[in-house]
């Protein structure tokens, strides 16, 4: 049976069993504190819980990291909030947010944990020795120290759309995976969460997780020398299917990706971009791969940046061996060192043999398009054109290569247009991680996106941010801040601006002159028909 379908099996079971006659305990009613009531649950019975604040934290929890929680949860037992917003377990930094461990067909649904903190392993929620049929849905973790969610200690839970955004953390700032737990993590949101390694995500050892739709964002690594803005992967062969993974910073290698410690698996369809280096001597804007061998495929690494003028490899860096293989990625628009960048597309150092197949290297600034410093990629069926320091194939000619403009679609959209040489480009097959298909509609006959809210800086902010959007041609737009309430703080609208970058610069003041209070924020893109929004945090 296929991961796909299995997963569709399993969620259907939870479902079922969520719909079942059982007993529902409320809270407040039957008890006036969460973990009462769900120590007095017996498997099947449900513990609902209003919409209210919640402080109880002074549960004792054994093992590995001890420190109190305010839940401490049972098998077979159900906790339900009113909503993320509304249900709120508040540990005002005392102990743990929620403690999961030795139990089996559980959930905890539609509620937020905040504020929560522990020395080490896990502060929102950590789950130990459990298994697929924990089941943790439409929760939001936020303003926790030493992270918001970790799998730790065979711990292989589902998660379905749970947020981890502005936590901080020793490793592992929204999520970490750690000691042989391979979770799903399905359409999960990772944002602005900060770390020494792994601000985003943060895998390891024998951790082979499924990762899918999920958005890691706005992370960063807060330490010298620390990898992996958006994810950390060491020792364990993950599997990522259409994530997003942008606007991640590190000061070490890996603003976006850093693979180590002899990691695999697999990374499809993904799009990692806009991604920064921010200290001297690191690489790999986008993608970082140290004595590792993943297969990425199908992904788009683009507009990532040498931000700090001594770092370099802006798109992909890869050193020493076991190497990776890049089939059918698009490596285009990154921006390399503006002090003599070496890799502005692709940049393999010490000893370093990776496989680049049927991929696109163009238009990357201030670097070659592939770079080689004793190192001997293969690289076949590959369309290099438009770099700034040339398009020479360094390595092993697997033959097949050619350097066409590959006819984008227009400034960051990697789509192709009819007629370019990538459709068909290797013997009939794509080059590139996308099609001709310049006039796409949606599946509901929407028309191509061509307003993109890339994201806001810094994330989290004290007092003043800045949002950036792109447009891909002329046209009225505005940005819309609101708070969780639905309130409007601020409104900026523009009447005609051209094509290209724009931003929009907030004080943290309301539309009456107050300064907003520290929490989280929205804001909200409406532009050429088209309408995207994000979180942010501003703590003071």
Known sequence: MSRAVSLCVLLLTVLAVASASADVINVPGDFDEIHDAVQAAAAGDVVEVAADTYYDCTHETEGPGTAPACVIMKSGVTLRGAGSGATIIDAQGLGRGIFVENVADCRIENLQVRNAFAAAYGAGILLRHVGRDVVIADVLVTLCTDGGVICYNEASPTLIRVDCVANEAKQGGGLAIEENSSPWVIDCTIDANQAPSGAGVFIRTGSDAYLSGCTITNNVINADWGQGGGLFIGDSAPTL?????????????????????????????????????????????????????????????ADNQCVDPLSDAAGVHTMFTPAPTLRNCTIAGNEGSVSGGLGGGVYAMFGSAPALEKCIIAFNTNGHGIYCDGATPTVSCCDVYGNDSGDAVCGIDGGGNFSDDPLFCGAGDYLLQTGSTCATGCAGALVGALPADCGATGAEGAPRISAHLVGNYPNPFNPRTTIVFRLDEPGTADVRIFDVAGRTMATFTWSDLPAGRHEAVWDGRATDGQQAASGVYFYELNALNTQQSRRMILIK
């Open 241 to 301: 299917v259409r994530c997003d993974i942008s606007g991640n910073s590190t000061r070490g290698n890996g603003g976006g990706v850093a693979y180590q410690l002899g990691a695999g698996g697999t990374m499809s369809g993904c799009t990692i971009t806009g991604n920064t280096l921010e200290h001297d001597y690191i690489y790999g804007g986008g993608v970082a791969v140290d004595s590792s061998d993943p297969l990425i495929e199908g992904c788009i690494i």
